[in-house]
């Protein structure tokens, strides 16, 4: 499960789908300024019963403390749910490609190792000779 702010949920998985193709029991949960923390926890519960087949749960959201991640530690126990905040793309590609090979503790860790490892400066990387 994907949610930030504003379209940004929504982009990501159509963006990760375009490159791996359909993701099943994925939900996108969009953000908006309008929103009040009833409706944001509504959301969040939608989306909880459309992807929890089995339980578990990993919620990608964008920021660490912002509405999403923090209303949806709420439902932490009854979904056996994991929170990693700074979703980017290659973390949703890595849970679309490993999704099924891993239990949720294993996949939060590898995703935010993923996460981690993919966020680069130019200026840092090692220079190849051609």
């Known amino acids: 499960m994907v949610a ?5 949920a929504t982009a990501l998985l159509k963006s990760a789908e375009g ?3 359909s993701i099943p029991r994925v ?4 953000i908006s300024d309008s929103d009040t923390r009833q409706s944001i926890e509504a959301k969040i519960e939608k989306a909880l019963r459309r992807v929890a087949a089995d339980g578990s749960v990993l919620f990608l959201t964008d920021i660490f403390g912002a509405s999403a991640g923090n209303l949806a530690r709420q439902f932490v126990s009854r979904y056996d749910l994991r929170i ?5 793309l290659p ?9 099924d090979e891993e239990n949720v ?3 939060s860790r590898r995703v935010e190792k993923t996460g981690k490892v993919a966020v680069l400066d130019s200026a840092r990387m090692r220079k190849t000779k051609r």
């Open 84 to 88: 990693v905040a700074g979703v980017n």
């Open 4 to 8: 930030a702010h504003g379209q940004l």
């Open 105 to 107: 503790d294993k996949l």
């Open 27 to 30: 939900a996108a949960v969009d």
């Open 91 to 99: 973390m949703l590609l890595e849970v679309a490609t490993h999704r």
């Open 19 to 21: 490159i791996v193709g």
